[in-house]
């Protein structure tokens, strides 16, 4: 199995743009989880789904972010218009249900806005 | 609000040396899970240890949880400097509705 896979590894833009990130989950794997690292306020949770349907977004810091699962297969996680206090690192991670099962996580996709 | 907290925040030791790193929470859980993370890459999970469970053991891992106390420990015995990485405690907690939070992390460095 190859993994989460996520997509782009590295992501320079500027301030206002659009950027779109996008994550393939593990075949089989029912919730999916989008996080955000920072070295201020670590791993927070962003938004997850379960069978492809948004269970909690209360994490999402604005109105400016946004996540969809269209298919079993693949979600994407958009920023629109990006600012500056958006750079870090963005993870994926997929499980088989939580509250039995370890998290996998992607590579991440490191963010930065100039 | 962040559920876990590792104690201590940074740890180095020699090769060959045993370390131990704790992590502290403040709601009832459902199960508690440690995870390594490397530098420059994604978390790899290590263990889940039940609410139920006391103790369980994965190679040169062993974790405690002590729900009375709301605590849990990792120990890594004979350490590697492969072993060097951030390890993160995270909780699956009964009013979280099936979020994972994590909490700091604790940078383990073995010297060789």
């Known amino acids: 199995d190859a993994g989460v896979i996520q997509s782009p590894r590295h992501e320079v833009t500027e301030m206002g743009q659009e950027v779109t990130l996008r994550c393939k989950p593990i075949?089989?794997?029912?919730?999916l989880f989008w996080y955000r690292q920072t070295m201020m306020r670590g791993l927070e949770l962003l938004i997850y789904?379960?069978?492809?349907?948004?269970?909690?977004d209360s994490g999402m810091p604005e109105d400016r972010f946004s996540a969809k699962m269209p298919n079993a297969s693949f979600s994407t996680l958009k920023i629109q218009p990006s600012e500056p206090r958006d750079s870090a690192v963005y993870f994926c991670?997929?499980?088989?249900?939580?509250?039995?099962?370890?998290?996998?996580f992607g590579s991440g996709t490191r963010l930065t806005v100039v | 609000s962040q559920q876990g907290e590792e104690d201590p925040q940074a740890l180095s030791i020699q090769e060959g040396e045993n370390a131990t790193m704790n992590c502290s929470y403040k709601t009832s859980i459902n199960n508690l899970q440690w995870y390594r993370q490397n530098s420059g890459r994604g978390l790899v999970h290590l263990i889940l240890?039940?609410?139920?469970?006391r103790e369980k053991h994965s190679g040169r891992l062993r974790v405690t949880l002590d729900t009375s106390k709301k605590s849990s420990s990792l120990l890594i015995t004979a350490s590697r400097a492969a072993d060097t990485a951030s390890y993160f405690c995270?909780?699956?907690?009964?009013?979280?509705?099936?979020?994972?939070?994590f909490g700091q992390g604790t940078e383990l460095s073995v010297k060789p």
């Open positions: 075949s089989g794997h029912n919730s």
């Open positions: 991670a997929s499980s088989l249900g939580w509250g039995y099962y370890g998290y996998t």
């Open positions: 995270a909780t699956d907690g009964d009013n979280q509705g099936g979020k994972l939070i």
């Open positions: 240890i039940r609410s139920n469970e």
């Open positions: 789904f379960n069978n492809n349907v948004p269970i909690d």
